[in-house]
């Protein structure tokens, strides 16, 4: 429940509006971009700290990721990264996820052969869902339902989002919406015309970032390799 209202106040706000080791050099002498990273992770950076309200009516602050994944260059003397959260909605996923639980709910489930092979069924249609973009978050059907009414109908329509927020020598500089009908390939366009299309290969995690300029008679592609933020426990 604490994740769901989350999520919720995570999407209004942003779509409508380890052990310790020593800092990295990059070739430069600088940090390297990994390192800058890491400084502001152990500094407690890409976290959002949000009211929220527990099932029993009480009200809370909850502190949760406000990115999943971390994105480097290729370029070892690049001082740049860049982090994501990426949501869609599949009603089928949603429909397997609710029936696992609601199987796990229920007393001594797994006492009967019947209920084991439902919920094995279940689960592995989830993970073969998943596979396709092992990157993005699947909304439920709860959480879809509070979303603003032209939201909702993106979604279901296959419409996905994935925000994403770039950081200079460890300073965000900049903050970039995307969109996206399939697992791989993300575009947004800007009034400068720019257009700008993110790929990312599920299985390896790599990515291609193609920017096309007007006037500039050839793109800028960047490569590099995105990986999941580390989890650690919610600082309230």
């Known amino acids: 429940m604490r994740r769901y209202v989350y999520f919720v106040l995570l999407l209004t706000t942003s779509i409508v509006a380890a052990q310790s080791t020593p800092p990295q050099a990059a070739p430069s002498g600088n940090l390297s971009a990994r390192a800058y990273f890491k400084q502001l992770y152990d500094a407690g950076g890409f976290l959002v700290s949000s009211a929220a309200t527990t099932a029993d009516g009480k009200s809370e602050i909850v502190t949760s990721p406000s990115d999943n994944y971390v994105c480097f260059n290729d370029n070892a ?4 990264f860049f982090t994501f959260l990426a949501l869609a909605y599949d009603a089928q996923f949603d429909k397997l996820r609710s029936k696992s639980t609601d199987i796990m709910m229920q007393k001594n489930w797994r006492q009967n052969p019947d209920k084991r ?9 989830q993970e073969v869902i998943q596979k396709r973009a092992p990157y993005v978050g699947f909304l439920s059907e709860d959480i879809l339902a509070v979303l603003p009414s032209e939201l909702q109908t993106y979604f279901r329509q296959g419409g996905r989002i994935l925000n ?25 366009s800007s009034s400068k015309g720019l257009e700008e299309t993110l790929s990312i290969e599920p299985t390896t995690l790599r990515y291609m970032d193609t920017r096309t300029v007007e006037n500039l008679p050839v793109p800028i592609i960047l490569y590099g390799t995105c990986e999941k933020i580390p989890d650690r426990p919610s600082n309230r």
Do not use: P
């Open 164 to 188: 994403m927020n770039l950081y200079s020598k460890g300073v965000k500089s900049g903050a970039f919406e995307f969109h996206s009908t399939n697992d791989s390939s993300w575009t947004r």
């Open 77 to 80: 003397s690049a001082a740049g």
């Open 117 to 125: 092979r439902e919920f094995t069924e279940a689960v592995d249609m």
